[in-house]
């Protein structure tokens, strides 16, 4: 079996693992460097406090296999789980809470719906008046995606995996709709399978093989900062939910400040702005102050920086064998870097047993926007 795995982000290369590990041969081509799309720019949240089954189910999936990363891999990841603390200022948000954490607790997610007050405990620089609720899964954390991501693509070349960099995809070659190999900036490569894995890509290589998919780049800004009054590491990734704005510890007393406050932000992959706006950065701070007393005149921007999310319109991936030999696992709208243990085991599903088990991706097909089914994941930051 001859797979070509478009991109060299950490769900390319999750799924040439796992496809390698099945027996495939397998060819990564990736337009510049490994991580250099969005995987190196994530801020590596690791959740299951999703707001859809079908996204916690990915992340359940996911962690199992972020819980023995180093002792299958060799590569300490600094995984570390303090918690994620999502936080409602509206009632509306408040009153959605407690069906989220029953429908979490019964995949076995151990998250809590808590009173401000009570939420305080887990973030102790809390402003606990501007919330009317919060909830709380001390198996979220956190951990270092390039190291995550070299986790995967040092096993993979063990495996046998030939990852070009450098090299782009140019065309899919088709034979009566069904794929029969690529065409690429280093020659043809004959293929049994492509998998689309190009994230901000991903609706450019879905357009080679006469697919149309709503996979939109959009750009987001991660701020380090070092507070007025350290943020203490046992504090969880706390998220204004209804703002957007976030933060967590970082290490040696930073913290990463996040969020995206302003209208779609869309962005073209080659040639956006990389580094944050002034603006921005400013308000990001401004608005973490308003969440916790951590923050304030005296916080400190160190540095910061862009990345691109590959968004649909539901924030849900599309995960499938959209036509003969070409799958799509894209449009995780900011979520592909947890999830891809789960994406690369399922897309080596789909290749080798024809459907997925794993998880219930009946949900994740790409006709979903015609034909009105889809259901829009609220937890997002």
Known sequence: MRIVV???GIVGCSCAYYLAERGADVTVCERSTI????????????????????????SRASMRVWERFEDEFGTDI????????????????AEGFADTVA?????????????????SEHCPGLRTEPFHAATYSPTDGFADPHLALQGFATRAREMGVDIRTGVEVTDVLLNDGAVFGVETTDGEIDADFVVNAAGPWAKRVADMAKIDLPVVPERRQIAVVEPETPVPESVPLTIDLDTGSYFRPEREGATLVGGHFDSVSRAEPDAYDRTTDLDWTVEAVERASETATYFGPESRIKRGWAGLYAVTPDHHPIIEETS???????????????????????????????EASLVDISGLDSERFEDGRTVSERNVA
């Open 78 to 93: 600094a995984y570390r789980r303090p918690g994620y603390l999502f936080l409602a200022r509206n009632e509306a948000t």
């Open 35 to 58: 991580g250099a799309g969005s995987t190196e720019r994530s801020a590596g949240g690791i959740r299951a406090q999703f707001s859809t089954p079908v996204n916690v189910a990915l």
């Open 103 to 119: 429908m979490q607790n019964g995949q076995e997610v151990p998250s809590e719906l808590l009173t401000p007050a009570e939420a």
């Open 6 to 8: 478009v991109g060299g």
């Open 324 to 354: 003969p030999g070409f799958i799509n696992a894209v449009g995780f709208s900011g979520h592909g870097f947890q999830h891809a243990p789960a994406t690369g085991n399922l897309v080596t599903e789909l290749v080798f047993d024809g």
